[in-house]
């Protein structure tokens, strides 16, 4: 599916958190649940936007996050999506399974309601092997997953997925 689509959802499951302080411990546990949503994805960054659904069940602890999901788009194309995240200290690192380039590796930290993410890609897309991802907790129910990616005709950043989600 879309590469973008993986990178949101990998970030919402980037905490398979092991030695969390207190602080990422609650923050954690509150991303535990079953979330659904809607939100658009690119195929690359200069691809029309197109719309999907996602649903994905998490399963926290004081020191992990598992996410387990799918999204689909068009009513034709779906693809199953799994991230596990470990935090060390206010270090977050991960990996995203459910790209078609391959797993790719996550690492990052927590500002405030947000886990800001660097996604190194298994191959290149758009030009290179990076991309962005930030996870945020925008609200006590619901959270917001974005993925930005550089274009390699302009250089500026493009956001190739958003996907809002909320506990359900």
């Known amino acids: ?9 990998a970030a919402a499951c980037l905490f398979g958190a092991t030695g969390a302080h207190a602080d990422e411990a609650g923050f954690l546990r509150s991303l535990q649940g079953k979330f659904a949503g809607k939100g658009t994805v690119r195929i690359r960054t200069n691809s029309p936007i197109m719309n999907i659904t996602c649903s994905f069940t998490s399963d926290a602890t004081a020191t992990s996050l598992s996410l387990d999901g799918t999204c ?8 199953q999506i799994r991230a596990d995240l470990k935090v060390n200290g206010a270090k977050y ?12 590796g996550l690492s990052g930290s927590r500002d405030g ?13 758009n030009g ?15 959270m917001r ?14 956001v ?3 996907i809002d989600l909320k506990r359900s």
């Not at 690192?93 to 790719?104: F, H, K, L």
């Not at 996870?135 to 619901?142: M, R, S, Y």
């Open 145 to 158: 997953m974005t993925v930005t990616d550089m274009d390699p005709t302009t250089g500026k950043m493009v």
């Open 128 to 142: 290179d092997r990076d991309a962005e991802l930030t996870v945020e907790k925008t609200g006590p129910d619901e």
């Open 72 to 79: 689909r788009a068009m009513l034709i194309m779906t693809r």
């Open 93 to 104: 690192t991960g990996i995203y399974s459910g790209s078609r380039s391959g797993p790719a």
């Open 160 to 162: 190739t997925s958003r």
């Open 1 to 9: 599916m879309i590469k973008s689509t993986a990178a949101l959802l």
């Open 113 to 125: 309601n947000a886990i800001n993410l660097d996604i190194h890609w298994a191959k290149i897309i």
